[in-house]
């Protein structure tokens, strides 16, 4: 016990490894000073340095930018990208190219079916009629609009199922008892809706003729 140093008491450590103790005393209870090694003073003034550097770099000098700035830059750039992928589609797509090329190639109806089956069955159902098949020959409705009824509410020209589901129910509609369709437009390149009208279309040779020669 004896052998401990004794402490001395000043207002504070000054020097290197020294120990004090602080002269004042609250209930009992002391304080000790000791001065802080260099290793914890470089990480302090270091931290206190970063922040104008930080701030010079970022929003004054234009070194570096902030993450909302690249962020909101990169989606620009993609509306722009998706925006001209969909304007060259549009510049050569219409009804007879819908019936005569694409609903005729194989492959193209193919993927339209696998995407459907990805996308779409939840609500217009595995088999496209709306309705999920229970097992026991019975079946619930589902919220879209049968795909094989012959019926097409926003018309039935294949330039008419690609603009909606590429823009999904109009805004001015109110869906189908309040249900609406998606913009697909927004998650799907144009290929895609291309693929999926010509599925469509490939399901219902009556409703498009043309497009089964
Ligand atoms: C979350 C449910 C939902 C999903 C998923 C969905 N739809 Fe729809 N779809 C609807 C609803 C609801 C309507 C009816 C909209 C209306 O009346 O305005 C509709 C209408 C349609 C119509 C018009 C049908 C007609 O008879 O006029 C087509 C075509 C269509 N959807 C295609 C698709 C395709 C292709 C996909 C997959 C990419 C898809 N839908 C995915 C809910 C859905």
Redesign the pocket.
């Known amino acids: 016990m004896s052998s401990e140093p004794e402490i001395k008491v000043a207002s504070y450590a000054d020097g290197k490894s020294k120990i004090v103790i602080r002269p004042h005393e609250y209930d009992g209870i002391q304080e000790y000073d000791q001065t802080l090694p260099n290793w914890w003073l470089f990480i302090f003034y270091g931290a206190i340095l970063f922040f104008p550097l930080c701030w010079l770099a970022y929003y004054q000098l234009g070194f570096m930018r902030p993450d909302e700035e690249v962020i909101t830059q990169k989606m620009a750039q993609i509306e722009m990208a998706k925006a001209k992928d969909l304007q060259d589609m549009m510049a050569h797509l219409d009804n007879s190219v819908l019936n005569d090329k694409w609903a005729k190639d194989a492959t193209v109806v193919a993927n339209g079916r696998e ?2 089956m990805a ?2 069955t ?3 159902g595995q088999n496209l009629d709306a309705k999920m098949d229970l097992g026991n020959g019975q079946s619930v409705p589902l ?5 094989v ?1 012959g ?4 018309g039935s020209q294949p330039m008419d ?1 690609f603009k ?2 590429n823009l999904g ?1 109009p805004p001015e ?1 109110a ?2 008892n309040g ?4 913009p ?1 437009g927004q998650q ?1 390149a144009p290929i895609k809706i291309v693929e ?1 009208v010509s599925f ?1 279309m490939s399901q219902n040779p009556k409703d498009f003729p043309d497009a089964h020669n």
């Open positions: 995407t459907y996308n779409c939840a609500c217009h919220p879209g609009l049968s795909l009824d019926q097409w509410k926003y199922l909606l589901i129910t509609s869906g189908n249900a609406r369709m998606a697909w799907m999926l469509i």
